[in-house]
């Protein structure tokens, strides 16, 4: 049986990869994004409440979380090829479905469970491939791919918004399903990483906390046992708090520009300035990430407290060019967070519990997401006020920071252990191999004084 080919870490095929997942990031989170042009239209078609109609788009988040484990695990079993190519299945057949227009819980089925399914393996697989292929350049390439979500937000706003118009929501829907199963394009050009490391260069790797790929031979599970690591069990909580920030303010930023007497129009403009604001975002950060200037723990450190502290000064403003330059602050450091809150999950449990460790951050990261906008949105009915749901975003994230502080000592400890203990290892060596040197000396002394005297 002939092997795979053997991809070395950083070579020029990961750049496809990253290519790959950029339109995988596009077909997935941008057209979840987009997903608020059907609301309308679906709500006035079965006639029913908003908050019944909301259920669709909630479902589809929900999955993409709640999937995020059996990629990850999947993707241990098989590759990420291959739950890539499946991810674009069933997202594809979701979107069929759902065109077909039966019933509104037909549309929680297709569009809500199905959908999310295929979005959550797609988006997870290809995170976690990128990372596997980089080590020099894994910030800069997760950046340019996760930025693929930024760029086709801004393509598709008016182009679904065509379809609808065009070929009503149904035909819109039937239609997108179709683009989405390019994933399976996406998913074939991800080639599986196969390598098999010298132990050198694995005791290395261990020491830096970045493990080299696995051999092939040896099967991964899933590790649930990850959670009992202290330094990642506060990344969690992390990822809960800056979840409950991070859906709150696209919520609430247009209802609270139009309650400062704006236009539609100017609200508006505001979520396109947010997002090519975070597109510049991820890559500036992904950049300085990779010249290593500080580690990656400091550096999220750093942005998830300015975001926070931008959110807390943003309901200050009192006209629309003041809103404006809050609302691209926020966009900037929102995009610096998402370029490296994933990439940092390596530095805290290695590369060779990174699947793993990704699936239990978005499955738990669902816990803000799905707090964070009630709670605002309960602040704001009882204090008649938008800006309360922008100071209890902006204090989420200042916590969530204060949690990374943590990690990064509990993570500079460990490497430090680490270090110590191969300096012991080669010390111990060393003298082992120094006695054993006088051993035999003096073993060779004591013989050629035994010949002499036979000799005499």
């Known amino acids: 049986m002939k092997p795979r080919r053997v991809e070395p870490r950083d070579s020029r095929y990961g750049w496809v990869v990253v290519v790959s997942a950029f339109f995988t990031m ?29 259920w669709v788009t909630s479902t589809t988040i929900a999955m993409l979380h709640l999937g995020a484990p059996a990629a990850s695990a999947l993707s241990l079993q098989f590759s990420q090829r291959v739950v890539i190519m499946l991810g674009g299945l069933l997202a594809t057949l979701g979107m069929l479905l759902a065109s077909l227009d039966l019933s509104l819980p037909w549309l929680y089925l297709t569009m809500g469970i199905l959908q999310g399914t295929g979005l959550s ?4 697989s290809a995170n976690s491939l990128v990372s596997h292929y980089f080590v020099r350049w894994r910030p800069i390439a997760f950046a340019i791919a996760s930025s693929g979500e930024c760029v086709f937000v801004v393509i598709f706003s008016p182009f679904f918004k065509w379809l609808i118009e065009t070929y009503t929501w149904q035909g819109a829907l039937l239609i997108i399903g179709g683009l989405q199963l390019n994933l399976c394009v996406c998913g074939a050009l991800m080639r599986p990483l196969e390598r098999t490391p010298s132990p050198a260069q694995e005791t290395k790797d261990n020491v830096e906390g970045d493990v080299a790929a696995l051999p092939p031979k040896k ?74 200037l500080v580690r990656n723990l400091q550096l999220l450190t750093i942005v998830a407290t300015l975001l926070g502290v931008v959110l807390l000064l943003l309901p200050v403003s009192q006209n629309y060019w003041a809103v404006l330059v809050f609302a691209s602050l926020f966009g900037f450091l929102f995009g610096c967070v998402v370029a490296i809150h994933v990439t940092a999950i390596v530095d805290i449990v290695t590369l060779q519990g990174f699947d793993s460790g990704l699936g239990l951050f978005m499955l738990l990261r669902s816990i803000g997401g799905f707090a964070g906008p009630p709670a605002a949105g309960w602040l704001v009915d009882h204090t008649n006020n938008y800006s309360a749901a922008f100071y209890l ?11 990374v502080v943590l990690v990064d000592r509990l993570v500079q400890r460990r490497k430090k252990a680490a270090e110590s203990k191969v300096y012991c290892e080669i010390i111990q060596q060393e003298k082992e191999e120094e006695e054993g040197w006088e051993t035999a000396k003096v073993k060779s002394d004591t013989v050629a004084q035994v010949a002499n005297t036979d000799v005499s």
């Open 26 to 54: 596009g077909l997935t989170a941008a057209v979840l994004k987009n997903f608020g042009h059907f609301f309308l239209d679906i709500q006035s078609h079965f006639a029913v409440q908003a908050s019944t109609t909301s």
């Open 121 to 124: 393996f797609a988006w997870i």
């Open 393 to 403: 975003s902006g204090v989420c994230l200042i916590a969530s920071a204060a949690f």
């Open 219 to 292: 099967r991964t599970f899933f590790q649930c046992s990850l959670m009992k690591k202290p330094e990642f069990f506060l990344y969690i909580l992390f990822a809960i708090f800056s979840a409950a920030g991070f859906f709150i303010p696209p919520l609430f930023l247009v209802p609270f520009a139009s309650s400062m007497g704006m236009d539609n129009y100017w609200p508006a403009m505001l979520l396109s300035v947010l997002a090519l604001a975070d597109l510049a975002g991820r890559l500036i950060c992904g950049w300085i990430a990779n010249m290593r």
